[in-house]
């Protein structure tokens, strides 16, 4: 008899009437919020203007949804181009399915494009949204909680994962892996944030430490996971998609700090000039604001003299009188 456990949602949707609410769909959309915000509040603080991450994020996102999307579906093609599958499913993003992979590199994409059209570099914009990048896939992790996936090997641990009987997967007690995923996804924003104060981190380097640190943990996790997958030479595709990716991240981060060190000055030219705006306008608005003291001044002193004048002016008229 298991003790304890972690229970496993009875489903994965809400119907509000005609409107059912997906657990999966709700978790990746917090997720973007909270990157959004996040980096934008981390883009400010390094120069840029307000607006500008979730300006970026209209062409990241659905980049990044279809990145995820087509990673998984060429991966897992046998969940649904083999006989008896439907690829309609394929399409049906809901059910499950997203690969951070694609994700990341497709999302790239898209935000490269919406960088260009702001004239901003890309590197300094990705650096700002890597923790919160982090903090979305921790949040978007529970949505596998929802849908009862991507679970790891048996066991009995007080922590274990409660899984119900259904369709490709057997009634037990598992690994966690999405709660050990969203635990060190976590970590990862934690350790952006903490290296990018102490460090400086700059053209694209604190991005690129988010990769490495999540292909870390992903790597182990990954290793943990008992749902069908490719396999070459006898380890996970993903977990050496995540080997892979660690080497280019840390390689770039070797290059980069030799080549281009230090941070970027400058982030978003227009926010420096309209910063620049501003305080003209405010020198402007002291010096007439001076001006007008001065003037204040010069026309109390007319007056001063006018009264100093009139009691000489009196003295005379009144002298001439007399005599």
Same mark, same amino acid.
């Given at each position: 008899?298991?003790?304890?456990?972690? *229970?496993? *949602?009875?489903?994965?949707?809400?119907?509000?009437?005609?409107?059912?609410?997906?657990?999966?769909?709700?978790?990746?959309?917090?997720?973007?919020? !909270?990157?959004?915000?996040?980096?934008?509040?981390?883009?400010?603080?390094?120069?840029?203007?307000?607006?500008?991450?979730?300006?970026?994020?209209?062409?990241?996102?659905?980049?990044? #949804? !279809?990145?995820?999307?087509?990673?998984? !579906?060429?991966?897992?093609?046998?969940?649904?181009?083999?006989?008896?599958?439907?690829?309609?499913?394929?399409?049906?993003?809901?059910?499950? %399915? #997203?690969?951070?992979?694609?994700?990341?590199?497709?999302?790239?994409?898209?935000?490269?494009?919406?960088?260009?059209?702001?004239?901003?570099?890309?590197?300094?914009?990705?650096?700002?949204?890597? *923790?919160? &990048?982090?903090?979305?896939?921790?949040?978007?992790?529970?949505?596998?909680?929802?849908?009862?996936? #991507?679970?790891?090997?048996?066991?009995?641990?007080?922590?274990?994962?409660?899984?119900?009987?259904?369709?490709?997967?057997?009634?037990?007690?598992?690994?966690?892996?999405?709660?050990?995923?969203?635990?060190?996804?976590?970590?990862?924003?934690?350790?952006?944030?903490?290296?990018?104060?102490?460090?400086? #981190?700059?053209?694209?380097?604190?991005?690129?430490?988010?990769?490495?640190?999540?292909?870390?943990?992903?790597?182990? &996790?990954?290793?943990?996971?008992?749902?069908?997958?490719?396999? &070459?030479? %006898?380890?996970?595709?993903?977990?050496?998609?995540?080997?892979?990716?660690?080497?280019?991240?840390?390689?770039?981060?070797? &290059?980069?700090?030799?080549?281009?060190? %230090?941070?970027?000055?400058?982030?978003?030219?227009?926010?420096?000039?309209?910063?620049?705006?501003?305080?003209?306008?405010?020198? %402007?608005?002291?010096?007439?604001?001076?001006?007008?003291?001065?003037?204040?001044?010069?026309?109390?002193?007319?007056?001063?003299?006018?009264?100093?004048?009139?009691?000489?002016?009196?003295?005379?008229?009144?002298?001439?009188?007399?005599?």
């Amino acid at each position: 008899m298991d003790l304890a456990y972690i *229970p496993s *949602p009875s489903t994965g949707v809400i119907d509000l009437g005609p409107i059912p609410l997906r657990g999966y769909a709700f978790c990746i959309i917090i997720g973007v919020f !909270v990157a959004v915000w996040f980096g934008n509040k981390r883009w400010i603080a390094r120069g840029g203007r307000a607006g500008t991450v979730a300006d970026i994020a209209v062409w990241a996102v659905p980049f990044g #949804l !279809v990145g995820g999307r087509l990673y998984h !579906v060429i991966t897992d093609y046998q969940l649904y181009f083999s006989d008896g599958e439907n690829w309609v499913d394929a399409f049906k993003i809901w059910q499950g %399915g #997203l690969g951070i992979w694609g994700a990341i590199a497709l999302g790239a994409v898209g935000a490269w494009i919406g960088c260009r059209r702001r004239g901003i570099p890309l590197p300094a914009w990705a650096d700002a949204l890597a *923790p919160g &990048i982090a903090f979305a896939q921790a949040i978007g992790r529970w949505g596998n909680w929802f849908n009862q996936e #991507l679970y790891g090997k048996p066991t009995d641990l007080p922590w274990a994962l409660k899984i119900s009987e259904g369709p490709n997967r057997v009634a037990g007690t598992y690994h966690p892996t999405f709660l050990y995923e969203s635990l060190w996804c976590v970590g990862v924003a934690l350790l952006v944030i903490w290296a990018d104060r102490r460090f400086k #981190l700059g053209h694209g380097r604190a991005f690129a430490l988010y990769v490495a640190a999540y292909c870390t943990g992903r790597a182990w &996790i990954e290793y943990m996971r008992v749902d069908e997958a490719h396999h &070459i030479l %006898g380890l996970r595709l993903n977990v050496w998609t995540a080997v892979i990716v660690f080497v280019l991240a840390v390689t770039y981060i070797v &290059i980069s700090a030799k080549v281009r060190p %230090g941070r970027e000055e400058v982030v978003e030219p227009g926010a420096v000039e309209a910063a620049e705006g501003v305080e003209d306008a405010d020198e %402007g608005a002291e010096a007439a604001e001076g001006a007008k003291d001065a003037d204040s001044g010069s026309a109390s002193d007319a007056d001063g003299d006018d009264e100093a004048r009139a009691p000489g002016r009196n003295g005379t008229a009144e002298a001439a009188k007399n005599g």
